[in-house]
């Protein structure tokens, strides 16, 4: 059974930062790319950042690029979303996904979220 789950989120000011991490169990995520997205109230879920399985290769929003960076620690079978300078429009409910591909067939898993809220 997959199962992901995110922590690190927190209220914290203008300028701050936080680091995300996406524990999985049930699955290796050092096989898959994973994926951070993010939903604001009112708005519609968006990708923020994703990172290939070899890591050779990263995405990141144009909103957050110098801001944020994706990591991975397949050791401990984890990944990271540093987040620095944080402002009041990256406030969201963070969530981290990974594609599983069985039998050829995808299956999307999300963890359940871990809210981020930046105010003074």
């Known amino acids: 059974q997959v199962q992901l789950v995110e922590s690190g989120g927190g209220l914290v000011q203008p300028g701050g930062s936080l680091r995300l991490s996406c524990l999985a169990s049930g699955v290796t995520l050092g096989h898959y790319a994973v994926g951070w997205f993010r939903q604001a109230p009112g708005k519609e879920r968006e990708g923020v950042s994703c990172i290939s399985k070899t890591v050779n290769t990263t995405y990141i929003m144009d909103s957050v690029k110098g801001r944020f960076t994706i990591s991975r620690d397949n050791a401990k079978n984890t990944v990271y979303l540093q987040m620095n300078s944080l402002k009041p429009e990256d406030t969201a409910v963070y969530y981290c996904?990974?594609?599983?591909?069985?039998?050829?067939?995808?299956?999307?898993?999300w963890g359940q979220g871990t809210q981020v809220t930046v105010s003074s």
């Open positions: 996904k990974v594609r599983v591909y069985q039998l050829g067939t995808p299956t999307d898993y």
